[in-house]
């Protein structure tokens, strides 16, 4: 069996939605296919939510009317007869009356979660209609059935697994089934998720459950890119990337795939996919366990950076310093990106100003404290890049007059980092391209 996901912008326009029918349908190996809410609903939702949160009720209800207006023309642009188009008018319906009873209760967590979900729900609901009305034999697999996470937000892959084999069991013969991504349940049983932008984490999850062929993660670009398209005018897209070189470039940066998605196709073997609807012929980027070539593949940016340092004499041939130091920012559940130390000094990175001021007053006890904010990671992911010497030489000539504040080396083979001023970022990428790639 494959799994294939299909995000939002693949089924935002009711064209787009009878392309995914299209190649869902291409060739023979069972699959399941994990959809998104359309583009825009989430966002949508969110500010649905935060609306009753604020109790900014007639908003919030405004924002319903406007999604169902959206919804209404988007069933008629999907759908031909009038059937069709009268079931899932009424299948939609619930999802409307639903947004609309809670304006009139109270608001709470569990009920911002289970406006979030109905997204996906209304997405997989209208694909269904739609591939009934076209003859595509298919069912519809609920993944509140199935989808779970622990108390600690931990997706539980044995309860999925048996869950879902279950459900596919009692479907025995049927090839082709539909999902919801992002949507799940917690331990209280309640309707939760698995974070913004969770539906690709949704697919790498069930092609680990059912141990899939590969995981199709399918977009509007045609794979990974050795750079950011939006910052540098030439990009290529990278043929073959390892897991760990993967997950590098996900968390730094490269926006096309969730970077939790990476641990569970990597745990189980599971070839991971990027493919593009506007061009279903394009190769793509294959994410295995071989990385192919040696070498630099990509640079990616990630913004919002903090950088810390911590100074103090007593650091000096002292043990158990960076335990004291590594604890408060447990305390404040804060992970650290890039650290560096010296004998009387640690630098280190936070992407989060959450809970910057209660860190720093803590960290004060330690010694002097310096921030710098607005702060980049330029990281750069390739195979063995850190042993090589000529890689490392090309690299750092190509950024010669950039300010570097920090570099991490040698924690992976995979990886160099680098802490540069967010002024710099444009810059460094431009250089980097063409430096590097040569493009
Ligand atoms: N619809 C969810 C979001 O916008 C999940 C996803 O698209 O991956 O975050
Ligand atoms: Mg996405």
Redesign the pocket.
Known sequence: MKVMKF??TSVGKPERMHGVAQLITRGDEPTIVVL??LSG???FLVSISNGLAGNDRSDAKQKIDQLEAHYQQFINDLLQTDTARQKARTQLAEHFEFLNIILKISFSEALNKDILAQ??LMSTKLFSVYLEEAGVEHVLLPALEFMQIDAHEEPQIGSIKVKLSQLLHANQGKKLFITQ??ICRNSKGEVD?LK?????YSASLVAAAINASVCEIWTDIDGMHNNDPRVVDKTVPIEQLSFDEAAELAYFGAKIL?PASIWPAQHFNIPVKLLNTMDPEAKGTVIQQQAGSVGIKAVAAKDGIVAIKIKSSRMLLAYGFLRKIFEVFEKYRTSIDMITTSEVAVSLTIDSQENLAEILKELEAFGSVEIDENQTIVSIVGNEIAQTPEVMKKLFNAINNIPVRMVSYGGSKHNVSLLIPAAYKVETLQLLNKGVFGL
Not at 196 to 200: E, H, K, T, V, W
């Open positions: 995000g939002g998104s809410a609903t989430t966002n997204g996906e991504g992002y998720n913004r932008g969770g539906s690709d969730h």
